[in-house]
């Protein structure tokens, strides 16, 4: 399980009791300025053929909350293969206004036709959804460890 415990980072957490959760180690810190107070996960990691792929949200130092990505090993789910170095997805000029504006944020993703499909929110005003194609994405995570 992904979680964020101290609110800032993202921790992963391992039990054989699916409703006990007593240990969690530290899995990702803020690494660039776009996550720079907070790095989470948007949704359940999405098993691909390359690893696991976890959305993430990141709110930086400019009070934007972005969409980044990230890549971890199948075997080994606590070792990071790669990050986006930038955000996957934020706020446009249209997105920005609303009741909590520059914010875009998801629940969830899933592949579909080897394209990843991310429905989203901005701004909590409005939704839509959009597509990346999953094997550009994935070599940019692998590209960038």
């Given at each position: 399980m992904l979680c964020r415990l101290d609110g800032f980072n993202n921790y992963i957490a391992f039990s054989n009791n699916f409703s006990i959760w007593r240990e969690a180690k530290l899995l990702q810190?803020?690494?660039?300025?776009?996550?720079?107070?907070?790095?989470?996960n948007f949704g359940s990691p999405i098993e691909s053929p390359e690893g696991w792929l976890v959305i993430t949200p990141g709110f930086g130092s400019m009070r934007v909350y972005v969409l980044g990505a990230?890549?971890?090993?199948?075997?080994?789910?606590e070792k990071e293969i790669g990050r986006l170095q930038s955000p996957l997805l934020m706020p446009n000029s249209e997105d920005r206004e609303g009741y909590v504006p520059n914010v875009v944020y998801s629940c969830g993703s899933m592949i579909n036709s080897n394209e990843l499909i991310i429905p989203y929110a901005m701004s909590d005003y409005a939704s839509t959804y959009a597509t990346v194609n999953l094997v550009e994405?994935?070599?940019?995570?692998?590209?960038?460890?």
């Open positions: 810190q803020s690494k660039f300025s776009w996550e720079f107070f907070q790095i989470g990230s890549l971890f090993d199948l075997q080994n789910p994405l994935l070599n940019e995570l692998k590209n960038n460890k």
